[in-house]
């Protein structure tokens, strides 16, 4: 009998990675309510057209959704640097603020996508309200 192996986020693998060591493993995820979701298709470091979270070990939660049309990769080499520089933007000063430090950053793949962009934009926007990642309670801005 044939069974399919459980889709999931974490790390690529990849030997230097420097993403993989803040990628979560998980098949599941839960909101602040306790409901459970399913990881929609494999993400790892490398995957691109993808909807993530961000989640604080500090704060025991996800803080921010996002998505990027590019890879995970090159996404959160970015916030890293920008979080090691104390860039004012609201990931990086999270994780720079109050205590928090870089290894309180987790990351996440909620779902890899096949669509378009508007499609991944959407999809994000439905992920901060389930995941109730706008302000006060994260750290998005609704625009």
Known sequence: MFFRKPNMSGPCGAQRCAICPYMMKAEYFTDPSG??????NNVDC?????????HCRRCRRFVYVG???GTLYQRHL???SRIRTQHSDPVAEHF??????MD???IMGLEKL?????YRKTMEQLW???????RPYGINVKE
Do not use: I
């Open 67 to 69: 998505e990027t049309g």
């Open 114 to 118: 096949s669509g378009s962009d508007e």
């Open 96 to 101: 720079f603020t109050d205590g928090h430090s």
């Open 104 to 106: 309180d950053f987790q």
């Open 46 to 54: 490398k995957s691109s057209n993808v909807v993530y979270a961000v």
């Open 128 to 134: 901060k309200s389930n995941l109730r990642t706008y």
């Open 78 to 80: 970015l916030n890293l």
């Open 35 to 40: 409901r459970k979701y399913s990881v929609r």
